[in-house]
């Protein structure tokens, strides 16, 4: 236990000091609401915003600036004089300057500062913080996308961006098909695209001919940092084009309802709705109680009439998306009501869409009004947040509306303005934190146990290896490295990031993550199948069961896990587990067996 303890408070120092056209507007050449035979669709001021990044301090360290002029024996003398040691910050560069840093007790550290900001000896003194890296994609127009920036995409791309996730957009199709006359649009030909379905033509061919579609999906999952066009915010996440809308921007409501179920039934994650209606129609909101019954996340536009909520964005369960411009405003044509749920961009908003019918390799970058616009950046983010492993619909949502930017009106706003920086990191650092904790407490239970039955707890590096591979991944802090540069290594590194219990998400896709293969006894129990025996490897058995352990603990407190069988099965599932995984630690890690 020791070694784990040591790793685990190495480890968790660290993150501590962790937390240390644009083209010419084509808005106009579409109407803002385009008539859907009772639907409408909500068709597409260019600013940029620099992020706000969280610096994090790093308790009981100062940075002290001294006179340039001062002797090492002098530094010294200082630091003797207030009782504290001042150490170069960089001992083996020889320069005119000088940057002491001191480690200091917390009770003394704002005194300190207030003392010494008054020394003539010292130029300057305070806390030392966490600068952090952020990563802007080089896809040239991606400076025009001030909505991308505005929800703090540049952080959040260090915490997911969509790996595994699958998400439908019901729409005018999209432009990811090669051959037959249409092509794939040169900016999507990275992004990955499953099977959909055209139910205007009753066809597998679900190409955007109107623009619309593909304009909303290079927003959720746009190809990203490929030199060219723009960027997107899940773009590891792959797209299925549900095509219910014509080349007019019209579609009926049985297909609307049809291709609902059909992004439900055929592993969508997340269901993205750019339309809407001023009334309410049967067939919709069966196939929208469908799909949420899967446990599918529904997104949907507001409308925008700026007026009450239309439909599907109005009925229960479906995240209903106003749209806000560069200045936090409600966008004069959003629509607003008590179904509101969140806030989002959806005013000048640039993204990639089709021209002439999208028969040509030709390609536009518009920036299009409305809250279609607003509703795929939610959307992005839901599929960024299920790639963290938070797979249950409800927790989605609470994700997103627990950390958005606070706003008065909700009946405008909802819970606030989306903030992608703050859902994806809370949701990393707070499985992270959690996932440590549990692995501490089982521990602690496991060794109380073998010590009261007379045994010698096992310990030795292959233990504590074993136990952060089972709870929290053998690297766990490369958010704040910085993910979002790993490039075509991403996957495979941030499966090491993970625990081993959520390695199905990143290589095998969300929908196998319900099953919790890997988040079980299984992987333990097959290694203490093949290792049992030989007794110097038993602590990797034990180290596996102790972090699985700590990782089913951490998934029955939330319940956050969209479970094959629901959430009551899910946590006897995972308490049945724990409780196997502990004795099978108890077993292995006992020397005296």
């Known amino acids: 236990m020791k070694k784990i303890v040591v790793g685990s408070a190495f480890l968790l120092t660290g993150l501590v000091a962790s937390?240390?056209?644009?083209?010419?507007?084509?808005?106009?050449?579409?109407?803002?609401?385009?008539?859907?035979?009772g639907l409408q669709v909500a068709s597409g001021e260019l600013a940029f915003t620099e992020p706000e990044l969280s610096d994090q301090e790093i308790p009981g360290e100062l940075v002290v600036d001294v006179k340039d002029n001062l002797s090492d024996e002098e530094i010294a003398d200082l630091?003797?004089?207030?009782?504290?040691?001042?150490?170069?910050?960089?001992?083996?560069?020889?320069?005119?300057?000088?940057?002491?840093?001191?480690?200091?007790?917390?009770?003394?550290?704002?005194?300190?500062?207030?003392?010494?900001?008054?020394?003539?000896?010292?130029?300057?003194?305070?806390p030392n913080f966490m600068f952090h890296a952020t990563w802007v994609p080089n896809d040239p127009k991606y400076k025009e996308q001030w909505h991308l920036t505005r929800v703090?995409?540049?952080?959040?791309?260090?915490?997911?961006?969509?790996?595994?996730?699958?998400?439908?957009?019901?729409?005018?199709g999209i432009a990811c098909y090669d051959g037959n006359g249409f092509t794939k649009g040169t900016d999507l030909n990275g992004t990955r695209c499953v099977d959909g379905y055209n139910y205007v033509a009753k066809n597998t061919f679900a190409a955007d001919d109107q623009g619309h579609g593909t304009h909303v999906a290079g927003t959720i999952a746009q190809t990203t940092n490929n030199g060219q066009g723009v960027a997107g915010?899940?773009?590891?996440?792959?797209?299925m084009p549900v095509k219910v809308l014509s080349a007019r921007g019209s579609g009926t409501m049985a297909d609307v309802g049809e291709g609902i179920r059909f992004a439900a039934d055929h592993g969508a994650q997340v269901i993205n709705l750019s339309l809407g209606a001023s009334r309410g129609a049967k067939v919709v909101k069966d196939a929208v109680d469908h799909a949420i019954a899967k446990g599918v996340i529904v997104v949907a536009a507001a409308g925008n009439?700026?007026?009450?909520?239309?439909?599907?964005?109005?009925?229960?369960?479906?995240?209903?998306?106003?749209?806000?411009?560069?200045?936090?405003?409600?966008?004069?044509?959003?629509?607003?009501?008590?179904?509101?749920?969140?806030?989002?961009?959806?005013?000048?908003v640039t993204q990639q869409t089709i021209c002439q019918g999208g028969k040509n390799k030709c390609e536009v970058f518009g920036a299009f009004n409305g809250t279609s616009m607003?509703?795929?950046?939610?959307?992005?983010?839901?599929?960024?947040?299920?790639?963290?492993?938070?797979?249950?619909?409800?927790?989605?949502?609470?994700?997103?509306?627990?950390?958005?930017?606070?706003?008065?009106?909700?009946?405008?706003?909802?819970?606030?303005?989306?903030?992608?920086?703050?859902?994806?990191?809370?949701?990393?650092?707070?499985?992270?934190?959690?996932?440590?904790?549990?692995?501490?407490?089982?521990?602690?239970?496991?060794?109380?146990?073998?010590?009261?039955?007379?045994?010698?707890?096992?310990?030795?590096?292959?233990?504590?290896?074993?136990?952060?591979?089972?709870?929290?991944?053998?690297?766990?802090?490369?958010?704040?490295?910085?993910?979002?540069?790993?490039?075509?290594?991403?996957?495979?590194?941030?499966?090491?990031?993970?625990?081993?219990?959520?390695?199905?998400?990143?290589?095998l896709g969300a929908d196998s993550h319900k099953w919790l293969i890997g988040a079980s006894a299984l992987p333990a129990l097959a290694l203490a199948v093949l290792f049992f025996g030989v007794?110097?490897?038993?602590?990797?058995?034990?180290?596996?069961?102790?972090?699985?352990?700590?990782?089913?603990?951490?998934?029955?407190?939330?319940?956050?896990?969209?479970?094959?069988?629901?959430?009551?099965?899910?946590?006897?599932?995972?308490?049945?587990?724990?409780?196997?995984?502990?004795?099978?630690?108890?077993?292995?890690?006992?020397?005296?067996?």
């Open 19 to 37: 937390f240390a056209y644009a083209e010419q507007d084509r808005a106009t050449d579409l109407p803002d609401q385009l008539s859907l035979g």
């Open 79 to 126: 630091g003797r004089e207030y009782g504290i040691v001042l150490t170069d910050n960089s001992p083996e560069i020889k320069d005119d300057g000088h940057i002491e840093i001191a480690e200091v007790p917390l009770a003394d550290e704002a005194s300190l500062i207030e003392r010494l900001s008054h020394d003539s000896r010292v130029e300057s003194v305070e």
């Open 152 to 172: 703090g995409a540049e952080t959040a791309w260090n915490y997911s961006c969509g790996q595994g996730v699958t998400v439908a957009v019901v729409d005018t």
């Open 233 to 239: 915010l899940a773009y590891c996440a792959k797209l």
């Open 305 to 348: 009439s700026g007026g009450s909520v239309g439909y599907p964005a109005a009925y229960p369960g479906v995240i209903a998306v106003s749209a806000t411009d560069k200045n936090d405003k409600l966008a004069w044509f959003s629509s607003r009501g008590k179904e509101v749920v969140i806030g989002a961009p959806g005013v000048n």
């Open 374 to 507: 607003a509703s795929p950046h939610v959307a992005g983010v839901a599929a960024m947040i299920v790639a963290e492993g938070v797979t249950d619909a409800d927790s989605v949502r609470s994700a997103l509306t627990n950390n958005a930017d606070k706003k008065d009106d909700p009946k405008q706003f909802g819970a606030g303005i989306l903030n992608a920086d703050r859902a994806t990191s809370h949701v990393w650092w707070g499985h992270l934190f959690a996932r440590i904790a549990a692995l501490f407490a089982f521990g602690a239970l496991v060794f109380r146990r073998i010590k009261k039955k007379g045994g010698v707890v096992s310990k030795g590096p292959l233990m504590g290896f074993f136990a952060l591979l089972g709870s929290v991944g053998l690297a766990p802090f490369l958010p704040f490295v910085g993910m979002a540069q790993l490039g075509s290594a991403r996957p495979f590194l941030e499966a090491l990031a993970r625990p081993l219990g959520e390695w199905d998400l990143v290589l």
């Open 535 to 593: 007794k110097k490897l038993r602590p990797a058995v034990g180290g596996l069961a102790l972090g699985t352990g700590a990782l089913l603990t951490q998934i029955a407190a939330s319940g956050d896990v969209a479970f094959a069988f629901g959430p009551f099965a899910l946590r006897v599932f995972a308490l049945a587990n724990v409780a196997l995984l502990g004795w099978l630690a108890t077993v292995a890690l006992n020397k005296k067996d």
